[in-house]
C-alpha cells in the first residue's frame, strides 16, 4: 500500500510493515461473512469486499468524499473519522470501526513513542448488510439442526431410560410392599398388615361415626385334612376357603390370615347387628357350598364368631375377644351338636 514520501522513517516504515499484516489478517478473518471492509489511513481509504478468494482493493484519496459506501451515509462516515471505536446502526444494516496505532509504544513489540504516531493511525470499518446478516443467522440455524435433532434424540433415550427404570423401581416398590402385606399362600392380608388396617378403620370410625363388624372364621377339622391328605391338599382348602370368603363380602371390607387355618373380615361401613350377621350367614352358606378339595365329599366346615362396634366395643382388642369368644362358643357348640 503507497506510504506518503515526506512520511517515510524507520519507526512509520516497520509500523506501516506491521500494519499490512494486521490488515491482512482481519481480511483473512472478515472472510467469513461477506461484508464491505475500510482501511482509513492518513493517504487515504482502502476498500474491499470480503468473501472473495482473492481482496480486490480500491483506493480513495483523502481529498475525495470518501467511498461510495460512506457517501451514502455522510453521518456515519463523520462518526468514523471522529470517533476512537464504535457501532453505527444505518438502514439495511450496520457499522462497525475500530482505530488502530500501529507505532505506539508496546504495539507488536515496538519500544519508544515516535513522534509521527499520529501518521501511522489507521482504522478499521466495515460494513454488514442485513442480508448479509439473515445468511449468517441461516447458516447457524443450519449448523444448529443437527446438534438439535441430537439433542431431542439424547432427551428421547434419557427419558425412555428413565422411564424404564422409574418402571422397574416401582414394580419392585410395588412387589416389596405386597411381599410384606400379603400371605403368600392365600394371597389375603396377612395378620400384621390385617391388624394396622384394622386399627386405621376404627380410628376412622371415631372420626366420622358409623359402625363396623369382626368376623372370626376358623376351620374344623383341618389338621385331619393335613393329616389325611397331605399339606399340599390342606394349602389347596385353605386357599379355597379365602377365595368363598372373599366372594360373600364387599371389595371395600377387609380379609386377612390370622395364621394357619385362621381368618377375619372386617366389615366397613355397616350399620347394626342385623346386617352383619346376614353377611356371617352368608360366608357360612359359601364355605358349605361345594366340597373342600376335589375327591372330597365333606363341604368347608368352619366356626364363625361376631363382634359389632360399637355394641361389643370400641377398641380393636376388645373386638378381637369378642369376636374370638364367639367363635370358640360356635366350635363348642358344634361338637356338641349331632351330626
Same mark, same amino acid.
Given at each position: 500500500?503507497?506510504?506518503?514520501?515526506?512520511?517515510?522513517?524507520?519507526?512509520?516504515?516497520?509500523?506501516?510493515?506491521?500494519?499490512?499484516?494486521?490488515?491482512?489478517?482481519?481480511?483473512?478473518?472478515?472472510?467469513?461473512?461477506?461484508?464491505?471492509?475500510?482501511?482509513?489511513?492518513?493517504? #487515504?481509504?482502502?476498500?474491499?469486499?470480503?468473501?472473495?478468494?482473492?481482496?480486490?482493493?480500491?483506493?480513495?484519496?483523502?481529498?475525495?468524499?470518501?467511498?461510495?459506501?460512506?457517501?451514502?451515509?455522510?453521518?456515519?462516515?463523520?462518526?468514523?473519522?471522529?470517533?476512537?471505536?464504535?457501532?453505527?446502526?444505518?438502514?439495511?444494516?450496520?457499522?462497525?470501526?475500530?482505530?488502530?496505532?500501529?507505532?505506539?509504544?508496546?504495539?507488536?513489540?515496538?519500544?519508544?513513542?515516535?513522534?509521527?504516531?499520529?501518521?501511522?493511525?489507521?482504522?478499521?470499518?466495515?460494513?454488514?448488510?442485513?442480508?448479509?446478516?439473515?445468511?449468517?443467522?441461516?447458516?447457524?440455524?443450519?449448523? $444448529?439442526?443437527?446438534?438439535?435433532?441430537?439433542? $431431542?434424540?439424547?432427551?428421547?433415550?434419557?427419558?425412555?431410560?428413565?422411564?424404564?427404570?422409574?418402571?422397574?423401581?416401582?414394580?419392585?416398590?410395588?412387589?416389596?410392599?405386597?411381599?410384606?402385606?400379603?400371605?403368600? $399362600?392365600?394371597?389375603?392380608?396377612?395378620?400384621?398388615?390385617?391388624?394396622?388396617?384394622?386399627?386405621?378403620?376404627?380410628?376412622?370410625?371415631?372420626?366420622?361415626? #358409623?359402625?363396623?363388624?369382626?368376623?372370626?372364621?376358623?376351620?374344623?377339622?383341618?389338621?385331619?385334612?393335613?393329616?389325611?391328605?397331605?399339606?399340599?391338599?390342606?394349602?389347596?382348602?385353605?386357599?379355597?376357603?379365602?377365595?368363598?370368603?372373599?366372594?360373600?363380602?364387599?371389595?371395600?371390607?377387609?380379609?386377612?390370615?390370622?395364621?394357619?387355618?385362621?381368618?377375619?373380615?372386617?366389615?366397613?361401613?355397616?350399620? #347394626?347387628?342385623?346386617?352383619?350377621?346376614?353377611?356371617?350367614?352368608?360366608?357360612? #352358606?359359601? $364355605?358349605?357350598?361345594?366340597?373342600?378339595?376335589?375327591?372330597?365329599?365333606?363341604?368347608?366346615?368352619?366356626?364363625?364368631?361376631?363382634?359389632?362396634?360399637?355394641?361389643?366395643?370400641?377398641?380393636?382388642?376388645?373386638?378381637?375377644?369378642?369376636?374370638?369368644?364367639?367363635?370358640?362358643?360356635?366350635?363348642?357348640?358344634?361338637?356338641?351338636?349331632?351330626?
Amino acid at each position: 500500500k503507497p506510504v506518503p514520501v515526506d512520511a517515510i522513517g524507520p519507526r512509520y516504515v516497520v509500523a506501516a510493515y506491521r500494519a499490512d499484516l494486521l490488515f491482512d489478517r482481519i481480511v483473512r478473518f472478515a472472510h467469513r461473512i461477506k461484508s464491505t471492509l475500510m482501511l482509513i489511513g492518513p493517504d #487515504g481509504t482502502w476498500t474491499t469486499e470480503t468473501g472473495q478468494p482473492v481482496p480486490d482493493w480500491t483506493f480513495s484519496p483523502p481529498a475525495a468524499d470518501g467511498p461510495p459506501l460512506m457517501q451514502a451515509y455522510p453521518v456515519a462516515w463523520k462518526r468514523v473519522l471522529a470517533e476512537e471505536a464504535g457501532t453505527i446502526p444505518v438502514r439495511n444494516g450496520f457499522f462497525v470501526f475500530r482505530t488502530l496505532h500501529p507505532a505506539v509504544k508496546g504495539f507488536w513489540g515496538l519500544t519508544g513513542v515516535t513522534a509521527n504516531a499520529g501518521a501511522s493511525s489507521w482504522t478499521v470499518a466495515a460494513f454488514v448488510s442485513s442480508e448479509a446478516i439473515a445468511a449468517v443467522e441461516n447458516r447457524i440455524l443450519e449448523s $444448529l439442526i443437527p446438534s438439535v435433532v441430537a439433542l $431431542l434424540l439424547a432427551l428421547g433415550l434419557c427419558a425412555w431410560v428413565a422411564s424404564v427404570y422409574w418402571t422397574g423401581y416401582r414394580r419392585r416398590q410395588v412387589r416389596l410392599v405386597r411381599q410384606a402385606t400379603t400371605d403368600a $399362600l392365600t394371597g389375603v392380608l396377612n395378620r400384621a398388615a390385617f391388624e394396622e388396617r384394622f386399627g386405621a378403620i376404627l380410628a376412622r370410625r371415631e372420626e366420622t361415626g #358409623g359402625g363396623c363388624a369382626l368376623i372370626f372364621v376358623d376351620l374344623d377339622s383341618f389338621k385331619e385334612i393335613n393329616d389325611v391328605y397331605g399339606h399340599d391338599t390342606g394349602d389347596a382348602c385353605l386357599r379355597e376357603t379365602a377365595a368363598r370368603i372373599r366372594s360373600a363380602i364387599r371389595e371395600t371390607d377387609l380379609l386377612g390370615r390370622l395364621g394357619g387355618d385362621e381368618f377375619a373380615v372386617v366389615l366397613w361401613p355397616i350399620t #347394626g347387628r342385623t346386617p352383619a350377621e346376614a353377611v356371617v350367614e352368608k360366608i357360612r #352358606g359359601r $364355605l358349605a357350598a361345594a366340597p373342600a378339595f376335589p375327591g372330597s365329599g365333606q363341604p368347608i366346615r368352619a366356626s364363625l364368631g361376631l363382634a359389632v362396634c360399637p355394641e361389643d366395643g370400641t377398641d380393636a382388642e376388645m373386638l378381637l375377644r369378642t369376636a374370638d369368644q364367639g367363635m370358640y362358643g360356635a366350635k363348642r357348640k358344634r361338637r356338641t351338636t349331632p351330626a
